[in-house]
């Protein structure tokens, strides 16, 4: 298995915002590896031991621990939002947009979910290389999310409950961009729910600094103050929920709580969860 890994250059083909997923493969490796893990990823931690890869350029990106395991937190935030509509909806749809190489069909699979993960050609290629094919119910799609071709793939499910997933990706495009894809999202299959992350503007400016400072290559371009911002976009879009790094108490993150009293620290990231439109049918 490890020659299989060293014989190919992971790094290929990946720049810019496509190489952020090796950031966040990174960190999962790096906290599956602790006996108080938040998280297993066996597949991660494989990974990163033996990808060709100088994971240098990622510890070059100065973060702490409380953001490594804010990513955490935030990726099972994630799966859990996930299992909570596969128990309302065991049959429905899930498209992971920007999957980069998460593994998360395998770790919240029901058994009947169809799922679809969703990511630009390059990034597809490597999970076809190192995490797998397609199979009965996982299916994968190349391509950006703004063009439309995926859409023709996925409306033959059009009759079922549809989720969509968005994890550490709508911070990289403009606001006019993410508005037009909740739009797309919910003229094409209304009653869908959507479950994505922001930061908020000053995190943007924040992060954007970092970046620059560790010269990654990429900036972030849009940020959320409020959920309700969304609502304002389009008849039919409803915020159902939404959660942050304080909302539910981690040891992990005891040593800062105060800063929940304080709304610009408070709301620097939060996940949100909508219902695009009411079903028809």
């Known amino acids: 298995l490890k020659e299989v890994y060293m014989s190919e250059n992971t790094n290929q083909g990946l720049s810019g915002v496509a190489e952020t997923l090796l950031m966040t493969l990174y960190i999962r490796a790096m906290e599956s590896q602790r006996p108080d893990a938040l998280i297993r990823d066996e597949k991660a931690v494989a990974l990163v031991t033996n990808m060709s890869y100088d994971f240098d350029r ?13 990513v955490i937190l935030r990726n099972l935030e994630f799966d859990r939002q996930v299992r909570n509509f596969l128990t309302r909806h065991p049959d429905g749809v899930a498209v992971h947009i920007g999957c ?3 593994s998360r069909f395998e770790r919240v699979d029901n058994g009947k979910v169809e799922w679809y993960d969703l990511d630009l050609p390059e ?8 995490i797998g094919d397609e199979g009965k119910r996982y299916h994968l799609l190349a391509g950006s999310v703004f063009d439309s071709a995926w859409l023709d793939k996925v409306s033959v499910h059009r009759q079922r409950p549809f989720l969509f997933l968005a994890e550490g990706v709508l911070m990289y495009f403009e606001e006019a961009q993410v508005k037009s894809l909740v ?6 299959f209304p009653g869908a729910e959507l479950v994505f992350d922001a930061f908020s503007p000053f995190l943007v400016r924040a992060n954007n600094l970092r970046m620059a400072i560790s010269k990654f290559g990429v900036r972030y371009h849009w940020g959320l103050r409020r959920g309700q911002e969304i609502e304002k976009w389009g008849d039919g879009i409803r915020l159902l929920d939404e959660w942050g790094y304080f909302d539910r108490p981690e040891p992990r993150l005891d040593h800062i709580r105060w800063m929940r009293h304080i709304p610009l620290l408070a709301r620097v990231m939060r996940v949100y969860h909508y219902r695009l439109g009411e079903a028809t049918g």
């Open 58 to 70: 990622i510890r070059q990106v100065k973060m702490d621990e409380d953001d490594k395991v804010g």
């Open 183 to 188: 739009l797309m999202l919910r003229d094409h």
């Open 100 to 102: 980069g190489l998460d």
């Open 123 to 130: 990034v597809i290629e490597q999970r076809r290389k190192f």
